[in-house]
């Protein structure tokens, strides 16, 4: 099916350009786009031939199917333009399940609730706090969409308890912090309590997910067209906590931060492939003691000519049992890279 008059339009909207005839550059519709850059756009929306139109914004972070409601927030009024995408849509996503990027959680907005000061979560920034070696505040922690309580989570978003955990709740409530995933479906949760039966749950925020993103980032806001946009992946939470605030020092300039938490690393990376990066992604795995660098070999062969460049960093000083991760405060970590 011919989509070019809807391209054409979305083209003639102010700033709109295009990369190789697979993204189209758009001023994003649902946040207004960058303030301070008024003639930069930042939500790419993909093309592909026979796949729906896939939009995500780097701001706001906002992504989904590109339909008429998208069109009329551009401006595009035209019906003929309407019904060739509606058409589209129709015939592209039959018998599709578009999971990562859901269609139906768009209206969703969910919120971090706000820290109280109580003793408990006092607590819980002195564990954080402990782990990573920084002086946090309660404030940075709803920044980094950390959950200091689960209940007050489903309450301002105004969410039932997973079903799943409802016989838990008062437990992970009590002793647990959780991790928004990037695309707000999962919650990692970490027990700060070591006689915990676990010290690590995952959260379903939906019921009916079948297998939603899972993993963490750092919000930050990325220019995917600049020539360099890096991302450093790590295995879990405090691994991505430790790798910004210790090895980082906190740099954001096109810095992607990000924790597999339990999903793939091949996953993560089509994730942001997928987001309309080419060729200017340079990857840097912060990796466990536990994965050896032939682990990534996989990976590297088969990303290699879509990335810039890859690295491989490990942490050579070693835990009491001879391990080592990134999930450490500064003094514990010597980074050293893995010459590939
Ligand atoms: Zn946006």
């Not at 995500?56 to 906002?62: D, F, T």
């Not at 806001?221 to 991505?240: K, L, Q, Y």
């Not at 997928?274 to 088969?302: A, Q, R």
Request: hydrophobic residues 35%.
């Amino acid at each position: 099916m011919d989509l070019s008059n809807v391209l054409k339009a979305l083209l003639a909207t102010p700033h709109a350009h295009t990369l190789k005839d697979e993204y189209v550059y758009v001023r994003c519709p649902m946040c207004g786009d960058s303030l301070k850059h008024p003639d930069k756009c930042h939500c790419s929306i993909w093309v592909r031939p026979a796949m729906p139109l896939i939009y995500h914004c780097w701001i706001c972070e906002e992504s989904g199917v590109v339909g008429s409601n998208f069109l009329q927030s551009m401006g595009i009024l035209d019906l003929g333009v309407s019904n060739t995408l509606a058409q589209y849509n129709k015939a592209t996503m039959k018998g599709k399940k578009i999971t990562s990027f859901s269609m139906m959680r768009k209206d969703y907005k969910l919120l971090i609730p706000s820290i109280q000061d109580t003793e408990l979560n006092r607590r819980k920034l002195e564990y954080m706090q402990k782990r990573i070696g920084k002086k946090f505040t309660y404030k940075s922690m709803e920044y980094l969409r950390i959950i200091f309580s689960i209940k007050d989570f489903l309450k301002v978003n105004e969410l039932k308890v997973n079903s799943k955990f409802m016989k838990n709740i008062y437990y992970l409530d009590r002793d647990y912090i959780g991790f928004l995933s990037s695309t707000r479906d999962v919650i990692t949760m970490r027990s700060i309590d070591p006689n915990s039966k676990y010290r690590y749950v995952k959260y379903f925020v939906f019921e009916d997910q079948e297998n939603p993103e899972q993993m963490y980032a750092i919000p930050n806001r990325i220019d995917p067209m600049s020539d360099t946009v890096t991302i450093n992946i790590s295995e879990g939470t405090f691994d991505t906590l430790g790798v910004f605030f210790n090895v980082k020092k906190g740099e954001l300039d096109n810095q992607i931060y990000v924790s597999v938490c339990g999903s793939a690393y091949k996953k993560v990376l089509q994730n942001f492939l997928k987001k309309g990066f080419l060729n200017n992604l340079v990857v840097n795995i912060y990796s466990d003691s536990d994965k050896g660098p032939e682990f990534y070999n996989k990976l590297i062969e088969e990303y290699s000519p879509w990335v810039k460049e890859f690295h491989i960093f490990y942490n050579t000083i070693k835990d009491a049992k001879g391990k080592s991760d990134f999930g450490v405060p500064e003094d514990e970590i010597l980074v050293k890279e893995f010459v590939l």
